[in-house]
């Protein structure tokens, strides 16, 4: 079963849509290479394979980059993962259990006629998935906030890392989720 996210459209409101708890800035820095150029920094500019969407219209109704989003800023798709060794070099894992206490299992994009659609599956299940991010701009470190979450989402966030972690039972993306969920329950104690 899936729900149609939303249609491209010229002008919309790109701050439209607040940020989730957790979630770094959306479009990592520019930087000026030195020769007046401006390259966004990290990742490749182009996708191996041609993109969801054509041209920048992907990340015109998807919220591309950012800790949890399942295309990079340049609308590419990110690297699914088990361990930080499946990650190209200077990536680590994630699981978007760290960000999320619900997520749609499946967010599917495509072109179809001159608009780019997404369309999401109607579940929660993607906070068990995990994918690869640059480590120079997302440093596991801060992989786990407990601050970015409200007394009220604590709760409902620490039980999506506790089944996260036993789903990846064995691994060290386990551990860090299991180290998570005992801070998410010391804030909750904190929020008295």
């Known amino acids: 079963m899936y729900a149609a996210l939303v249609l491209a459209c010229a002008g919309c409101d790109e701050d439209a849509d607040e940020a989730a708890p957790g979630m770094a800035d959306e479009n990592p820095p520019i930087e000026d290479d030195g020769d007046g150029q401006e390259e966004p920094p990290g990742a490749e ?19 591309c980059g950012g800790r949890p989003a399942r295309y990079n800023h340049f609308g590419c798709e990110r690297v699914a993962c088990e361990l930080d060794e499946d990650c190209p070099s200077g990536e680590a ?9 619900c997520e749609p299992s499946s967010t599917v994009c495509f072109q179809e006629g001159n608009a780019c659609l997404c369309e999401a599956s109607d ?9 690869c991010l640059p480590t120079e701009f997302y440093p596991p ?9 409200s007394c009220d989402e604590l709760g409902a966030w620490r039980e ?16 860090a989720l299991t180290e998570c969920a005992a801070a998410a329950t010391e804030a909750i104690g904190a929020c008295g």
């Open 45 to 63: 500019a182009d996708c191996e394979e041609e993109g969801a969407c054509a041209e920048d219209s992907l990340c015109d109704v998807y919220d």
């Open 93 to 101: 894992c994630f699981a978007l259990a760290f960000d999320r206490s």
């Open 141 to 149: 470190a801060d992989y786990c906030d407990p601050g970015a979450w």
């Open 160 to 175: 999506t890392l506790l089944r996260t972690a036993q789903v990846r039972a064995g691994t060290p993306l386990s551990q």
């Open 123 to 131: 579940d929660c299940d993607g906070v068990l998935d995990a994918h």
